[in-house]
């Protein structure tokens, strides 16, 4: 296949381009993004198009991968998370797809980012409390052969933001 027509989601796998969005697209989403619940019917009402017309945009989506699953938004503090932490990472060279691979395999990681700067990755975690946190980075994290360096934020209060009306 041609490169452009191959696309890595940063999960390692690849798929075709997705196709452009226009406003009824970027619409579904920001309702879905706001209520991942909704039924057909709503969204197909509150961005005015046939049942049939939301249910293959929405396939569309899915198909596409611009719409990459459905989710809760939890509490984590409620459900027995209470301790939240940023770690950032520094790696070896060249080391992203494996340290990622055993990232994403940790007990409460949530959100892991190759990024730039003065270190190379952000992990976000969420653990039951302290200790078990502190366990994570000193047994788990810094046991990573590729792992150079840690760095550990605290997390003392934390909000999720709604998409705003400009967001897709």
């Known amino acids: 296949m041609a490169a452009e027509q191959m696309a890595d989601d940063g999960q390692g796998t690849q798929g075709a381009a997705a196709r452009p969005l226009d406003a009824v697209d970027r619409d579904i989403l920001r309702m879905l993004q706001t209520d991942g619940r909704a039924s057909i019917r709503s969204v197909a009402e509150r961005v005015h198009v046939s049942r049939a017309n939301a249910y293959a945009r929405i396939n569309r989506l899915l198909d596409d991968g611009v719409i990459r699953g459905f989710t809760a938004r939890v509490d984590h503090e409620r459900a027995g998370q209470g301790a939240s ?6 790696i070896v060279q060249n080391s992203w797809r494996t340290v990622r691979e055993q990232l994403q395999a940790l007990p409460g990681a949530a959100h892991i980012a190759l990024v730039s700067g ?3 990755v952000l992990l976000l975690v969420h653990s039951p409390d302290n200790r078990a946190l502190r366990e994570l980075v000193l047994t788990k994290l810094q046991s990573i052969p590729e792992v150079l360096s840690t760095r550990t934020l605290l997390v003392f209060e934390e909000t999720d933001l709604d998409p705003g009306p400009g967001t897709p």
Request: net charge negative; charged share 35%.
């Open 118 to 120: 003065d270190f190379d």
């Open 85 to 90: 932490a940023y770690i950032t990472l520094k």
